[in-house]
C-alpha cells in the first residue's frame, strides 16, 4: 500500500496566531463548499468562505486568515424533509453580498459560487467555536459571520 509523501516545512507555530472574538473588515479570499450534506431529515449545500483580515486596517492581524461557520443552503430533494424558512440564513448572506439584484425574497435561491463573493470587502464578527472531540478534548477555534457588506471586489484591469 503506498500511503504518499506528506510534508509540513512551515513554521511549526502558526497555527497559534488566531484572530481574537471582535469585529474585523476582511476580504473574502476563498470558500469551502459542501454539497448534499444530511442534517437528520434535511439536505444541504454548506458554504464556508474563508476571510483575510484587512491588514490595513487591522495590522496586528497581517496574513491572518477565518473561516466563516457555514452558510446552509437547504434544498428540495426525495427521502428529505424540506422547509423553506430554513434558508433564511442563506437568503440573508446572499441579500448582504449582493448576489442577487433586488434582494431575495419571492426568488429561486442561487448555488454559490466563489467568483459570486472573491474579493469582496466585508465587516465580520469572528467568535469562538467550542467543542469537545471523540478523545474528550476540547477544541476551539475562531469562526466568523459576515454581518455588511463594505466594497465590492476591485476590477481586475
Not at 512551515?10 to 473588515?25: E, N
Not at 491588514?55 to 457555514?70: L, S, T
Not at 446572499?94 to 463573493?117: A, T
Not at 465580520?124 to 467550542?130: M, R, T, W
Request: overall charge negative.
Amino acid at each position: 500500500m503506498d500511503t504518499g509523501d506528506a510534508y509540513y516545512s512551515g513554521d511549526p507555530f502558526d497555527f497559534q496566531k488566531t484572530v481574537p472574538a471582535g469585529r474585523y473588515t476582511a476580504i473574502v479570499r476563498d470558500m469551502e463548499v459542501n454539497k448534499d450534506v444530511q442534517f437528520g431529515q434535511y439536505i444541504a449545500d454548506v458554504f464556508k468562505p474563508e476571510y483575510e483580515i484587512d491588514a490595513k486596517e487591522h495590522p496586528e492581524y497581517i496574513d491572518c486568515f477565518v473561516r466563516d461557520n457555514g452558510i446552509f443552503r437547504y434544498k428540495q430533494s426525495q427521502g428529505f424533509v424540506y422547509e423553506q424558512k430554513k434558508n433564511w440564513g442563506f437568503a440573508k448572506f446572499v441579500s448582504i453580498m449582493r448576489v442577487i439584484d433586488g434582494g431575495v425574497k419571492g426568488k429561486q435561491l442561487p448555488f454559490l459560487h466563489l467568483s459570486d463573493i472573491k474579493d469582496v470587502t466585508v465587516l465580520i464578527d469572528v467568535f469562538k467555536k467550542k467543542f469537545v472531540n471523540d478523545l474528550d478534548s476540547e477544541i476551539h477555534y475562531p469562526v466568523a459571520r459576515t454581518i455588511q457588506f463594505v466594497k465590492e471586489a476591485p476590477v481586475p484591469f
